[in-house]
């Protein structure tokens, strides 16, 4: 069959006795846009591992067959040598190089000597650039000072200058606001055109539905199905029930039976300058207020000031000139460290686990006590082992978090599994209010689940529960009501009833022509 | 979900441990035995003092993903202000020692506030009282030894704990070391007993019975090879009992209090750790402030011993330290390692030392051998540790 550029047959691959892989078929069409589905540790990104050469022929069983001849990769260079190149979740940027460099990083315009040509350097970076729709960007300037939507098409870009044929994407868009996604998936679609066919592993459904010709999805290490769009049904639920194996009727758990309490949770006036410049206010008198069982979710735009907003609440972790008061349980609370947050019954779930949630060398049992020690796990600061293994365990049981033992180390979990446990981790805090910060991103769909249950026992045992989230559909699906926040002001407050995602954007939209009308 | 009631018994944990007894033996063989000797075991205990007393403060240094360079010249500042006091202002051991403790609190809350309140780097702060200290000590000494130092401040150096020593073969046994082993050797096997109990209570996998008991026969091997030899020559040397009481604490810091657990959460994720409660800056400060007292403590061990204040003194020490650490599997990037990883370490080199010594090779030589076991010791760890992942 010649319209497939990639062929992956009967790929099995085995990590010390189990296999991640097992039997896996992926058929690819040249010029096409093919997603890869699957739940976290289903084995997408081991199946584009044994693609790219990372790991070597002989490791796995099955063939790879790419433009019509059967390949044998030994590494990264001798695929992308043929034209493969995988774009990781991680940028592989060097934050402190020019735009230039990092295009050619690895791939240097060099004179016959083996000397950089900077001019061709600059002028090549220029046309990789125009390609992917950032012709207007100056070559010369750090990578580091560019957003994360840009470094992104810049990666692309450096795709694009190793003469790439076959891009993969590993979720391109996940830390990717909205605007800046659908960006990114119209320079796709743009790049299809231009002949490059691209893989594209993603959980966000409807981008797929948007983008792509064709998805594979792979369960537990197999290839399950493959569904085309125009032959197939294409919807974001029949991708969905491909990937758990079972039609999930709810996505969102329904939570009843839960009566709302007094106000337990009430921010006033609050006032927050940028922490590098005094002049710069980030948030301007924002007043927010939350009910004993009552899960109130924030909207809004990246950079709308959402998590700033919830960092400078938690003991001043963000910002500077703070005013504004704080009344948990209707006491007026000074919160100016972590540690009087925590003591004053507030917790906050970072949107980054990896970075600010966890110690990944450590181990579950560890991370789950680290805030809640001084308090419930030690007396005179010493530490009493025997209760946190115990908590440990409870905790492991009741919010089902999948691993051998509490002694495994977080860092060789899958992402909803350390989700878990960052939410155990605050959980053990015994909080009367609960930020939850983006609390499924990059997780799938079974342990988003899994999340939402846990946001619901929650709001059950009366706590007051704020969730951040940029998916549209988990505000409107878990939260009771919705403060929409653009450019660091409450743009508007929508209940349960009313709020819709045009209605969230609406919002939004009114409130910049106010900004614009003002200004 | 955890069938497996018995695992084996993870030699990697011991592999340190096993080198050293390795390299001790094979020392043996090539110095004919001379390594063995009551007067060399003792030898041994009182060279290496101070490095174990520095290795257990620089394994929390480690632990922050930092190193401090200014220990060695904090050993010498400190032994110099001991030996001024007591020589110059004729004034008794205590007031000297109490003077050398607190100067090492005051350099030690100095690079302490720099690092941690200021942010400057670690390596630069202690490049910088590296430099500071060793050129007050030679200001302070004039370039000059200062000595002899008291009798009964020596005895913290080179003095031994009361003995009862009896007639034995061709010499005497000291009674009290062999007391104090047959202690170590009960709370050893208790410990191991308790160890077990715990694990079967919580349902945790345990080791095989033969491997325990086979583990449990060389430690008590071990320390009753070492007592009695301390026993045959002149009884237990005072510094093997600082060196006790020091590893006992931070063992215990380290491991059971929160203090401890928070200085490994900083330096396995410091964002984390301060989005935990944790204040990241003061466990900075109070780690290199602590480093600054075992520094003064090491100090006044090594004048003790020299009974005598050099500015020469400590030369290298911090080098010594850091590498014990590392060859003791404590991470370069911080947030893991153990006190008795450090330790072993320390002996390590000391054995190294000791037994090259005694062969005939020059401190040269030495140095080659002590750095291509640190980068073979940490070679084989990276390396180990890549391949489990």
Redesign the interface.
Known sequence: MSDYILEMNHITKEFSGVKALNDVNLKVKRGEIHALCGENGAGKSTLMNVLSGVYPHGTYSGDIVYKGETCNFHNLRDSEAKGIVIIHQELALSPNLSVAENVFLGNEQTSAKGIIDWTKTRKKAQEMLEKVGLEHEDVNVQVSTLGVGKQQLIEIAKAMAKKVELLILDEPTAALNDEESRKLLDIMLELKKQGVTCIIISHKLNEIEYVCDAVTVIRDGQSIETIIKGVDEFTEDRIIKGMVGRELTNRYPAREGVKLGNTIFEVSNWNVFHPDDGNRQMLKNINISVKAGEVVGLAGLMGAGRTEFAMSL??R?YGQKISGSVKINGKEVELK???D??ENKLA?V?EDRK????????DIK?NMA??A??KFF?SH???N??DE?VAA?EYKKKINIKA??I?QVVG?LSGGNQQKVVLA?WMLTQPDVLILDEPTRGIDVGAKYEIYCVINDLAKAGKAVIVISSEMPEIIGTCDRVYVINEGEIAGELTKEEVTQEKIMQCIMAHNRKEDGNE | ??NKKEVNLDMKQYGMFLALIAIYLIFAIMTGGKNLSPANINNLIMQNGYVVILAVGMLLCVLTGNVDLGVGSVVAVTGAAAGIVMVDYKMNMWVAIIAALVIGVIIGMFAGFFIAYLGIPPFVVTLATMLMGRGLTYTVLQAQTKGPLPENFVFIGAGFLPTIKVPFGDGTLDLVSIIVAAVVSVVLILSEMKNIA?KKK?N?ATNPMWQIAVKEAVMLVIVWFFFYKLARYNGLPFVLLIMALLVGTYAFITS????G?QI??LG??R?????????TKKVFFWVYTNMGILSALAGIVLSARNASSTPKAGDGFEMDAIASCYIGGA?VAG??GTITGAVVGAFIMGILNNGMSLYGWSTDIQKIVKGAVLLGAVTVDVISKNKK?
């Open positions: 938690f003991g972790s460290t972590v540690k947050a925590i906050y970072s970075t600010y949630g966890l110690v990944l060398i450590n560890e680290m805030a020690r001084p030690s600061g010493v530490i082992g025997n293994i365990e051998n033992s002694e060789s981790k | 979900m955890n715990t919580y945790f059971k209090t929160v203090a657990r490994y959460a396995g994720n964002k984390a750790a301060n989005l935990s409660g944790i204040d991470a947030g893991a992942g």
